[in-house]
Structure formats: C-alpha cells, structure tokens
C-alpha cells in the first residue's frame, strides 16, 4: 500500500473527556507506523502542552495552534506568529477591562497577571497549572497564540476592534487569540508540500470546531461519534465515539490497519 498521511486531533479525538488515550488508539496509532504510514497531531494547543502524548505515540510531525506552528519530523515548516504591535494593543485593552490574557510561544506560556481564577478554572481543565507572571514575554519573541481572559460574549468587542486576529472560544472564560484565517487545513497544505502528497493521501480525525477546515480539505475526512454538529457535518465519514474504538475501527474501515 502506498503511503499515507494521517493527522489527528487531540482532545475528543485522541483523548476522551477524561483526557486519557484509549488503548485501542495506541495500537491503532503503531500499526499505522508499522505499516509505513506518515502519522501527525493536528490540535490548537501548543507544541509544550502535548510533548508528552507526543513521545507515548513516538509521533515527531505536528500542527499546532491551529496550524500557526507546523513541524514536520522535528523541523518547523509554517511559522505565523501574532503581530506583537497588535498584541501589545490588545493587552492594553484587555487590562483596562480587567480581562488577563497569557502569551505562548512553542515552547511556554506566561501571565499577564500574577494570578485570575478564570485562568485557573479554563487551563485547569486540561490539567496545565496557572502559568507563571512574565508581562514582558509578548516582547521580542515569536507569540503564535494568546489567551484572552472574558466570559462569552465579551469577546465580540474585539472581534470588531482588531481585524488582524481571530478570536476563537474553547472555554465558558476563555478565547483563543489567534492570527487572522489560520487554520489547521493549511497546517497540512505545508507537510504535503514537504512530501510532495496529494490531498487524496491525506486523511484527518476530528471532533470540534476547529477541525472543520481539515475535515472538508480531504475526501478521507472522519468525525468521531462524539463530534460538534459542525464538524460531523464537515466529514466525509463518521465512525464511533472517542471512547468506543472511534480511531482503530474507522482505520479498519479503512484498510489502514486489520
């Protein structure tokens, strides 16, 4: 069989609600490297928040921040950084709202603010502790994603005042900063471009709203049984829940793996 290129999501993808792999998906995951198969994360976390997971499926290609920050087999390949004048302006607002926001690069993340409990109650959900106090760390350094710090709705004010970035909301307290039209899809458009695959030969696993872009770039588009009514209707194919050998039977399905 000829090589392919598989990219997955990480939360409700890879990892069920209580954040755990499911075995069945690891197996899955290894048979498909067995089989020569290219295998790569595609998730709007940061490089440093999934290291770890990284290392459990031996996976060294990965999109990150929703495709601001791509490498390809330990090499970055796409770089779209947050326009630092821009982000210096939004802190500004966001202060005088009394909204923190936390600053991150591929490698950390720091506070704008020595502690905010909506810091703590958002990134508590994916198990990260607050992130230390550095207001400076915006400065002269490459910011692929921020975190603005507001309850729903809140964040429509910025949405109108600054053009240059798109707010995207994971969390009842927190939004992703991120740059303006990135998305996970062109993430894959630069390790095809590495490859020199078609997009025939690429197939994505999804759930949420972020992964829609990916889940129609591709004919071989999968939502899990658990996915957001967008991405489901975004999919060429469905399979089961996260938890319910969603991964492994849709690669079965497939002819990916037996």
Known sequence: MERKLLFF???????DEEKK??????QAIQELQQEGHYTAIATGRAPFMFERLRRQLNIESFISFNGS?????????RKVPLDEA???RLTHHATENDHPVVYL??????????HHPHIEKSLGSLKFDHPEFDDTYLHNRDIYQSLLFCVDGEEKEYEQEFGKFDFIRW??????VLPSGGSKAL????????LGMQRDDVYVFGDGPNDVEMLEFTKNSVAMGNAVPQAAAAASHHTDHVGENGIANALKAFGLIK
Do not use: C, W
């Open 86 to 88: 821009e982000l210096q």
């Open 105 to 114: 690069d591929h490698r950390n993340m720091k506070a704008n603010v020595p």
């Open 171 to 176: 969390h009842e307290v927190s939004t992703d």
């Open 9 to 15: 999501d990480i939360d409700g993808t890879l990892l």
């Open 69 to 77: 920050y791509v490498e390809f087999e330990g090499r970055a390949v």
């Open 187 to 194: 993430g894959i458009e630069a390790v095809m471009n590495e």
């Open 21 to 26: 792999l499911p075995a069945s998906t690891e």
